[in-house]
């Protein structure tokens, strides 16, 4: 109940951030679909992608004029991450005598509570009725719940977190592209979106360095030394313009430069003089 209390109060404080700085250059808007996750694992294990997992979210953006070049903003959002490894396996040869592994996944699943701070350049096409984008974000990111699963034996259970063992605090960069489509205040577009994570899921064997003491949540003999999370999304959105005019960008014309330029003549008063003197 806590948990949900934090997570509904941080949206409300943002909402309502939003809506009193609103302005000509902001829109609120919202977002939510689906993606996958993994994780890179060293020393290297046997992983899979998992597909499926739903992501859902708030987002604010303040689009600047075009000297800056598109929008900057921020996001909120819930994602559910997490990796998938091979912790056992069985072998068997082929008909060229080469050895087949047959693996047993462990896969663990995790919330995330998700903070880009996104930079989004952009061009108008359609007479402005469609945007296209890249984006580029810095990522901070709390993690808690979840679940676990074995694959050979169907055990399962949820994932108790243990704070010498789990970091619930994630950094990383983001990166992808999208469109999206004007009509009036609104804008309806798709969005795909890379997170690459570059602090550990799992405190490394330095600091923690086996489970003998851990439960069937803890698969690792030995901790990880690297453990770091990715996910692809890709997210349906919709965004409020909160002036009806449209963007101060829209209308915004550069100031013409003053190109003229003395005009040389051999009869300037200069050159007269040394004439006459002659």
């Not at 934090?6 to 943002?14: A, D, E, M, P």
């Not at 998700?114 to 108008?124: D, F, I, K, N, T």
């Not at 984008?133 to 808690?144: D, H, I, Q, V």
């Not at 051999?266 to 008063?269: G, N």
């Given at each position: 109940?806590?948990?949900?209390?934090?997570?509904?109060?941080?949206?409300?404080?943002?909402?309502?951030?939003?809506?009193?700085?609103?302005?000509?250059?902001?829109?609120?808007?919202?977002?939510?679909?689906?993606?996958?996750?993994?994780?890179?694992?060293?020393?290297?294990?046997?992983?899979?992608?998992?597909?499926?997992?739903?992501?859902?979210?708030?987002?604010?953006?303040?689009?600047?004029?075009?000297?800056?070049?598109?929008?900057?903003?921020?996001?909120?959002?819930?994602?559910?991450r997490g990796y998938?490894?091979?912790?056992?396996?069985?072998?068997?040869?082929?008909?060229?005598?080469?050895?087949?592994?047959?693996?047993?996944?462990?896969?663990?699943?995790?919330n995330s509570i998700?903070?880009?701070?996104?930079?989004?350049?952009?061009?108008?096409l359609a007479n402005k009725h469609l945007r296209l984008?890249?984006?580029?974000?810095?990522?901070?990111?709390?993690?808690?719940?979840g679940d676990y699963e074995y694959e050979d034996t169907g055990e399962r259970g949820d994932y108790t977190w243990s704070n010498v063992r789990d970091n619930r605090l994630n950094y990383g960069l983001a990166g992808g592209g999208g469109f999206a489509l004007l009509f009036g205040r609104y804008e309806f577009g798709v969005r795909a979106r890379y997170y690459f994570g570059y602090a550990d899921i799992l405190r490394n064997r330095n600091k923690y360095y086996d489970n003998a003491t851990d439960g069937p949540e803890n698969p690792f003999n030995l901790t990880p030394i690297r453990s770091p999370l990715d996910n692809i999304n890709l997210?349906?959105?919709?965004?409020?313009?909160?002036?009806?005019?449209?963007?101060?960008?829209w209308f915004y014309k550069p100031p013409k430069r003053n190109r003229s330029k003395r005009e040389f003549r051999?009869?300037?008063?200069g050159d007269t003089n040394s004439s006459s003197r002659r």
């Open positions: 109940m806590m948990k949900q209390r934090i997570i509904k109060t941080l949206l409300i404080l943002l909402a309502t951030g939003f809506t009193l700085t609103a302005q000509a250059q902001h829109t609120f808007g919202i977002s939510g679909g689906a993606g996958s996750f993994n994780s890179r694992i060293y020393p290297k294990y046997e992983t899979k992608m998992i597909i499926g997992a739903p992501n859902f979210g708030v987002s604010w953006r303040y689009y600047s004029l075009p000297r800056f070049v598109g929008a900057v903003g921020a996001d909120l959002e819930y994602m559910q998938s490894f091979g912790y056992a396996y069985s072998t068997s040869t082929d008909e060229n005598g080469m050895e087949k592994r047959e693996y047993s996944f462990y896969t663990r699943r995790l998700m903070l880009p701070l996104v930079w989004q350049p952009h061009v108008y984008y890249l984006e580029a974000a810095f990522t901070l990111s709390y993690n808690f719940g997210s349906l959105t919709l965004a409020y313009r909160f002036n009806k005019e449209g963007f101060t960008e051999f009869s300037q008063a």
